[in-house]
Structure formats: structure tokens, C-alpha cells
T-cell receptor
């Protein structure tokens, strides 16, 4: 039972354009959502997070949007850069918990110069 | 500040053997979580330790176990290895109230 779903295994975007990575979840107990970026042969790196009390969080080129009623979140990267090419994992954790994090299967983003 | 250190980086074991993986968290972090990453499955949560106590556990068989020491270092043990246990095992540390920071992982191959 995949509680966090990333339905697009891969995405290709031209440099300078917007990258939109999507994520859906099924567990209504999830209260905190995170995005991690992973390069080959490295562990995931925390990118940005959002609490369920917000619908948007922005950090530089990265913005995460949360639609609780649709149980959907998305990560926008503007403008996309070749160095952004990596696998992006969406993750969620239950109320008050930052520990038992459930990850999606990842979306491989390729930014084409 | 040193990051999360996992040893060894690579390991090859035979079916039926057991293996122990080690994780040294970031200094000051008391929470250590373990994840298994396999192709197509993403990162699956194994368990989390906080101050030497297992606080959360994922849906893995009892062959997977762990422990945490008083210095917050953690070990994960897998007994009676199966081919399907071949994966990247990731350790993450945190304060318990913020996002976790991952190590580079241990690549386990079972032959």
C-alpha cells in the first residue's frame, strides 16, 4: 500500500523553464511534508518542507504547494538549472512526528541545457 | 560539523549469512532512522531510535533489527539474508523534531 505516490517516474525540462513535480498521498494523518533531492551514490538531501497549516512555502527557486483537500502537493523549481538534475522524493510524516517518514518512489528530473 | 557516517559503504554477503551495518549520526542528534531503498520501491522506513529506544517501526520482518548506543551511534542487523535484501540501506539522523539528514548509505549485495 503506497501511501505517498509519485506517479511520474521521470521528467525532462529545458534549462530556464519551470519544473513541476507532483505527489499524492492517501493517509489523512500526514501532517508534515518534505521534499528530498538525491544524486547517484549519495544519500537524500533535504530540500524544503511544508506543514499542513500552510498551503505554500517558498525557498529561493523552490516552492512547495499543498492542497490538503485533494491530498496533493507539488514542488516547483523556477528557473530550472542543469544542477537540479537528480531524483526527487516526496515524503510525509504523521501529526507531530518528524521521524516515521514515508517516502514516495521518486521522480527523476533531467534539466536539459 | 561532520555529517552522518555509514560504514561500510559496500558489502557483499551470501544468502543465509547475517550482516551488521553501522551509522554514526551528526553530533548532538539523538534520533536515528534506517531506510531501505530498492529500485521501484523508493525509500521504505525500517525503524527509528531515539535515546537508545526504538520509537517507531516499519513493516519489515523480524530478521531486521537494530539498536542504538548511549553515544547515539546505531547499528542495524539483518539475519538469514535473502536475495531480496539486496538494497541501499540509508541511515538518517535528526534532533527528533526537525527534518532528518541522510548518510551516503551502505550498498548491500546478497549473492
Amino acid at each position: 500500500d503506497q501511501q505517498v505516490k509519485q506517479n511520474s517516474p521521470s521528467l525532462s525540462v529545458q534549462e530556464g523553464r519551470i519544473s513541476i513535480l507532483n505527489c499524492d498521498y492517501t493517509n489523512s494523518m500526514f501532517d508534515y511534508f518534505l521534499w528530498y533531492k538525491k544524486y547517484p551514490a549519495e544519500g537524500p538531501t533535504f530540500l524544503i518542507s511544508i506543514s499542513s497549516i500552510k498551503d505554500k512555502n517558498e525557498d529561493g527557486r523552490f516552492t512547495v504547494f499543498l492542497n490538503k483537500s485533494a491530498k496533493h502537493l507539488s514542488l516547483h523549481i523556477v528557473p530550472s538549472q542543469p544542477g537540479d538534475s537528480a531524483v526527487y522524493f516526496c515524503a510525509a510524516s504523521p501529526s507531530g512526528g518528524y521521524q516515521k517518514v514515508t517516502f514516495g518512489t521518486g521522480t527523476k528530473l533531467q534539466v536539459i541545457p | 560539523k561532520a555529517g552522518v557516517t555509514q560504514t561500510p559503504r559496500y558489502l557483499i554477503k551470501t544468502r543465509g549469512q547475517q550482516v551488521t551495518l553501522s551509522c554514526s549520526p551528526i553530533s548532538g542528534h539523538r534520533s536515528v532512522s534506517w531506510y531501505q531503498q530498492t529500485p521501484g520501491q523508493g525509500l521504505q522506513f525500517l525503524f527509528e531510535y531515539f535515546s537508545e529506544t526504538q520509537r517507531n517501526k516499519g513493516n519489515f520482518p523480524g530478521r531486521f533489527s537494530g539498536r542504538q548506543f548511549s553515544n547515539s551511534r546505531s547499528e542495524m542487523n539483518v539475519s538469514t539474508l535473502e536475495l531480496g535484501d539486496s538494497a541501499l540501506y540509508l541511515c538518517a539522523s535528526g534532533t527528533g523534531s526537525t527534518e532528518a539528514f541522510f548518510g551516503q548509505g551502505t550498498r548491500l549485495t546478497v549473492v
